[in-house]
């Protein structure tokens, strides 16, 4: 999910959605778990679960989560991972760990009855298996929002597409979209309030860095692609790459070692992305075939989603047909 600390590197600041237009590359993953485990976490299983047993909690995430762009009047450009790094193994693996342990802890709270636990649990053993990967996309599809496929890293291919000029932001929740190259990169954009703005340029130039330099500070601290050197923090990572003016220098200087280092500089410097994509930023959503789709076909409870249908529908209506059609 990308290394928390490069927040204290990363020039942020909250903005008002009114002065956010255009379009936003979203890192799809990132934005979907993000709705799932909220889902999960506050909603009774028995909406989003069908007659066999099969959880659709997604689907109720995307009807409530897509209300905002199309209230803000920003088009959204759903970006999907596609197979990941050989270096994030080790990050996968360590978070297949983690959810196997979460599960042996949700076993024991539905023994005990421990409600509270439960709901907890629940949405920290969240998965995005191949079922909610296809319902996404086909109510993605429904609802016209158009679908890139990224060969590698999501936030990457979104990262590329608005240094193309394609999209004008990146929205993700992942700091490694600064180390991709992503000029602006909207977050919170599944959280209440006003989206935080974080912004590459500024970055560079409050630290006086390049964007190699950036990347070597973050593989100093760690990433989702390598562990970082024991004692470096943001604050040590900046003043080792400014004293010394590069990876190799700083680890020289220090007596140390990155494992993977030049894989994982490679990785951000020139990531697997592609050319091979077109939308239309003009939407036309079928929210009579979406919402049939939702709760006919899969069986939502349709008060867990009605509003949010109301709330695209209202958005169409308000901003004007030429807008979307």
């Keep these: 999910m990308g290394n928390a600390a490069l927040r204290d590197i990363a020039v942020i600041e909250e903005i008002p959605f009114a002065e956010v237009e255009g379009v936003v590359a979203v890192d799809a993953h990132n934005w979907l778990y993000r709705y799932l485990t909220t889902t999960v976490k506050w909603t009774d299983s028995a909406a989003y679960t069908t007659a066999d047993g099969t959880e659709v909690a997604n689907l109720v995430g995307i009807v409530q989560g897509l209300p905002k762009f199309f209230e803000n009047d920003i ?3 759903m970006v999907f991972d596609g197979g990941p790094s050989e270096l994030k193994e080790d990050e996968i693996e360590s978070r297949r760990e983690q959810r196997r342990t979460y599960e042996e802890q949700l076993e024991a709270a539905r023994e005990e009855g421990d409600e509270v636990a439960i709901a907890q649990l629940e949405s920290r053993t969240q998965r995005l298996t191949p079922t909610i990967q296809e319902t ?10 158009p679908i890139v496929e990224a060969p590698a890293e999501g936030e990457a291919q979104a990262a590329h597409m608005v240094r193309r000029g394609d999209a004008d932001y990146v929205g993700s929740e992942d700091y ?8 602006l990169t909207l977050r919170q954009l ?11 340029e500024a970055t560079l130039d ?18 989702d692609f390598n562990e970082g050197v024991s ?3 943001p604050k040590t990572a900046i003043a080792e790459i400014t004293e010394h003016g590069d990876l190799w220098s700083v680890l020289e200087a220090r007596g140390d070692s990155v494992e993977y280092g030049d894989r994982v500089r490679q990785l951000f410097r020139d990531p697997n992305v592609t050319d091979d994509y077109a939308f239309d930023a003009t939407l036309d959503p079928d929210l009579e075939a979406a919402r049939e789709y939702v709760t006919d076909e899969w069986g939502v409870a349709a008060g867990e989603v009605e509003r949010g249908f109301e709330r695209i529908e209202e958005s169409v209506t ?3 047909l030429d807008r979307w059609t």
């Design 206 to 223: 409050h630290h006086a860095l390049t964007l190699e330099q950036l990347i070597d500070a973050a593989i100093l601290i760690g990433t």
């Design 176 to 183: 490694d979209a600064l180390l991709f190259g992503a000029p």
């Design 136 to 145: 996404s996309r086909e109510l993605l599809r429904l609802l016209d929002v």
């Design 231 to 233: 004692g470096i923090g």
């Design 190 to 200: 599944t959280s209440k309030g006003d989206p935080e703005l974080m912004d590459l």
């Design 75 to 77: 088009t959204p450009v």
């Design 318 to 320: 308000q901003t004007g």
